[in-house]
């Protein structure tokens, strides 16, 4: 498991110390004695605009390093972000953590679950196990994975802090894939980034969808990986948080990645 730094539920950008970690020991300072012929102080070099050095991080990976007039195009938007009309807040940066519950992140409470029984329900069964991703964008692909991995760790007793995401997106992303990810909001495959996660040679164990299957599997295994759900018009009928029971009605739209935290029995 790569695990980085914590990202707390709320917390999508913010890189901080991990646990157990501390400032590398400073002895006392100690005042400097005055010396005649010491030289005048130099001046501090000026500290480097954030959104500048994402750039040429991104240079330095070799994003649009095939192209320099789509690469001049897209730096450019992250500097003036007006300029790219429609996608402007894709281009514009945004508060990247709060130590607040966001207005609009939906609270799971023990009576918005019709039907579902406290044992059968994973985070209401175990107790302050309940973790929650503020996503911003329709990247599921990676959101999932990462939930899931972190519920494992915690159904087979091991402590472990959130992948931090963002830290493992610069170390790991190629070039495209950074393209792919910042700049077209690119979905991917689920499970090959569950995979990309965990420990080499973890074995993923599948389903075939009966029902009683499933239940088991979720008792013996913990939270599952739903994978590639395919999503109907009507899942976009409230933008909060969707709520299903039936047959689902409208189009298809695309494919969607879930956690599976629990199970109910249906009269």
């Known amino acids: 498991k790569k695990t980085g730094t914590t990202l707390e539920p709320y917390q999508t950008m913010k890189h901080t110390r991990g646990p157990g970690e501390s400032p590398p020991h400073q002895p006392p300072s100690k005042s400097p004695k005055p010396s005649p012929t010491a030289s005048p102080s130099k001046p501090p070099l000026p500290v480097q605009d954030p959104l500048e050095q994402a750039i040429q991080f991104l240079k330095d990976k070799g994003v649009y390093q095939d192209d320099p007039l789509v ?17 402007e807040n894709h281009y514009r940066s945004t508060e990247t953590h709060s130590n607040t519950v966001p207005a609009t992140l939906h609270i799971f409470k023990e009576t918005e679950f019709p039907g579902y029984e406290k044992e059968s329900v994973f985070f209401l069964k175990h107790g302050n196990m309940l973790c929650q991703r503020y996503q911003k964008s329709g990247l ?17 007793g091991t402590a472990q802090p959130m992948l931090d995401l963002v830290k493992y997106i610069r170390d790991h992303f190629t070039a495209k894939q950074l393209e792919q990810h910042l700049f077209h909001d690119a979905g991917g495959d689920s499970i090959c980034f569950l995979r ?17 299957t499933i239940v088991d599997q979720f008792r013996f295994y913990g939270p599952a990986l739903v994978s590639r759900f395919e999503v109907h018009s009507d899942f ?15 189009d298809v739209k695309g494919n969607h990645a879930m956690v599976l935290v629990g199970h109910r029995k249906a009269n």
Request: glycine share 10%; charged share 15%.
């Open 140 to 156: 599921c692909y990676m959101h999932g994975p990462v939930m899931v991995q972190h519920y494992a760790l915690q159904f087979n």
């Open 196 to 212: 990309s996660i965990l420990e080499e040679g973890t074995v993923l164990v599948g389903t075939t969808g009966e029902p009683s």
């Open 71 to 87: 690469a001049e195009l897209r730096f450019s938007l992250l500097l003036e972000p007006s300029k790219a009309g429609v996608a």
């Open 236 to 250: 976009y009928d409230k933008q909060d948080c969707h709520f299903h029971y039936g047959e689902p009605t409208g």
